[in-house]
């Protein structure tokens, strides 16, 4: 098959961050390349949990039911005591889904399945990825990147107007951008880790036992028969793993003859790495995932945080390509390098509790959830009301179900989803306002009403019957809300006048551009 050797964007990895981010860009009509050294899919379980944000961006993409159909929420752990007794917890017991937030808990879920689904989803915009296929050069300049590919033994060069790095926590990418990996690697802490079928044990919880040799554990994974062997390891430990190896751990650890181990498909050391970089971008080049940010899997929070990486990025990405002014790509580093030092943070608080507490894990908070994420401090949140609300611009927009037009009902999550920006104008009066706009955006973006009745002067009126979308909103006035195509609050206003408006969205999109270019040349050829 030939490939293009002048594209818009090449990403290199072809994980859960690299999989969002090519989905971003494709069911935005960009053209893109997703490399991937490896030579065939991952079949390895790894980050095994997605966090309710990352199931509302999934949402999004059009794959949460796919996702949420092959895992398990609520998997409840089983602690083994040395005399037989056990203890079991649910570790978000409790977090249920609620109107403002469809997701209350993680779903347990494989990696590699993950993978599956989002590769399935970037076949169905016409896309794919390109296995065996290694970066092995860059050169950049005021205008792109050319990058030297490696398939097969066989070299090409590739133009790309930008580059987006997701190939892992050793991403040669990082290296060649000569970008610092700022932290270090704890050598106390290490694991065994890998993918096993085992008999003799049930698959209804997550089983961990303690002993004075380390901690052992079981964890079944959902839509398998295969589970996730995790055993602590002290410092003079072997660090090559086998099935042997395990099985020993197991034995000795859990004093149980008749659990066996078998079929291994993957098996790995791993050790705790904290790290991060100083920068997100060096210039046409952009960082993402655990090619910026490595941490301790307390939490479930690496994958998680690179799949919000790409999210934030592929929009703003497309943006730019579209016409957008080229420093809305700043905004990427200044939102989510914050970000990962807190992800960082918390990683290191929980292993920090988890080793005091002996490996048994106490109940969850919210913290984890990556709901609370918000860009307030940012240049993209522009919160112009007098008395803020409790929802401020930079935060996540809650979702609201029981809206209801001309007998249709729906969720507000299904209002913005897609490739637009949305407007919300709650109350009365925002008919100029929303003229406006639609004139100069057109279909980038969309503009619903949300109020008392059904009645509009323009456009129909989505009902806020039972008032979730006025209470979650913290709505108090006529408000008028920008929703970024990421799923986060841009602009609020109580003024009904469009120049607020006018001006975020010049910001954000290249449609105000293009309407007064198509202007200029109806006029020219009259």
């Known amino acids: 098959m030939t490939h293009p050797t002048s594209i818009d964007v090449l990403i290199i990895g072809a994980g859960p961050t690299g999989l969002v981010l090519a989905c971003e860009l494709a069911r935005r009509n960009v053209a893109f390349r997703l490399i991937d050294a490896l030579p065939q899919p991952s079949a390895a379980s790894r980050g095994k949990g997605l966090q309710p944000r990352s199931l509302e961006v999934l949402d999004d993409l059009g794959v949460v039911d796919r996702i949420v159909a092959a895992g398990r929420f609520h998997m409840p752990m089983r602690f083994h005591d040395a005399d037989g007794s056990v203890k079991d917890h649910d570790l978000y017991e409790g977090h249920q889904p609620t109107p403002d937030a469809p997701y209350g808990s993680p779903l347990m879920i494989p990696q590699w399945r993950i993978e599956n689904i989002l590769r399935e989803r970037l076949t169905e915009w016409g896309a794919r990825v390109e296995f065996a296929t290694s970066l092995e050069n860059l050169v950049q300049d005021e205008t792109g990147v050319t990058a030297t590919l490696m398939r097969n033994g066989v070299a090409e060069t590739v133009r790309a107007n930008w580059l987006v790095a997701c190939d892992g926590g050793r991403s040669k990418t990082r290296g060649l951008l000569g970008v610092a990996f700022i932290g270090e690697t704890l050598e106390t802490h290490r694991m065994f880790v890998g993918d096993v079928k085992a008999t003799g044990i049930d698959r209804d919880f997550w089983h961990a036992w303690r002993s004075e040799e380390g901690v052992v554990a079981l964890a079944p994974l959902p839509g398998t028969d295969m589970f996730q062997f995790q055993a602590s390891l002290s410092p003079d430990a072997p660090t090559e793993p086998s099935l042997q190896i395990f099985q020993d751990i197991l034995d000795t650890r859990t004093k149980a003859t008749d659990i066996r181990l078998h079929d291994a498909t993957w098996m790995s050391f791993w050790r705790a790495n904290v790290r991060i970089v100083d920068r997100y971008r060096v210039g046409r080049a952009f960082l993402a995932g655990d090619a910026a940010h490595v941490h301790s899997p307390a939490g479930g929070q690496g994958m998680n945080t690179g799949i919000q990486d ?164 913290d709505i108090h006035n006529d408000t008028l809300m920008i929703i970024r195509p990421d799923g986060y609050i841009g602009m609020v206003t109580e003024e009904k006048t469009p120049q607020a408006a006018l001006a975020y969205l010049a910001t954000t999109t290249a449609a105000d551009r293009m309407s007064a270019t198509r202007s200029y040349a109806r006029a020219i050829y009259k």
């Not at 992800?343 to 990556?370: C, F, M, W, Y």
């Open 310 to 473: 790409a999210y934030n990025l592929g929009w703003k990405l497309a943006a730019v390509i579209a016409g957008a002014d080229v420093s809305l790509l700043d905004t990427y580093e200044e939102e989510r390098l914050p970000v990962a030092a807190w992800v960082l943070g918390i990683s290191n608080d929980l292993l920090a509790k988890a080793v005091q507490s002996r490996h048994i894990a106490g109940p969850r908070g919210t913290e984890t959830l990556q709901l609370g994420i918000h860009y307030r401090p940012h240049r993209l949140a522009q919160e112009q009301r007098a008395n803020p609300g409790k929802i401020q611009a930079g935060d996540r927009a809650p979702d609201a179900p029981d809206l209801r037009t001309n007998n249709q009902t729906c969720r507000l999550f299904d209002l913005i989803r897609g490739t637009h920006l949305t407007v919300l104008a709650f109350g009365d009066g925002w008919d100029r306002v929303i003229a406006d706009i639609e004139a100069h955006h057109g279909e980038t973006v969309k503009s619903f009403v949300i109020g008392e009745s059904e009645e509009g002067d323009v456009r129909s009126v989505w009902h806020d019957q039972a008032q979730h979308a006025m209470r979650h909103y």
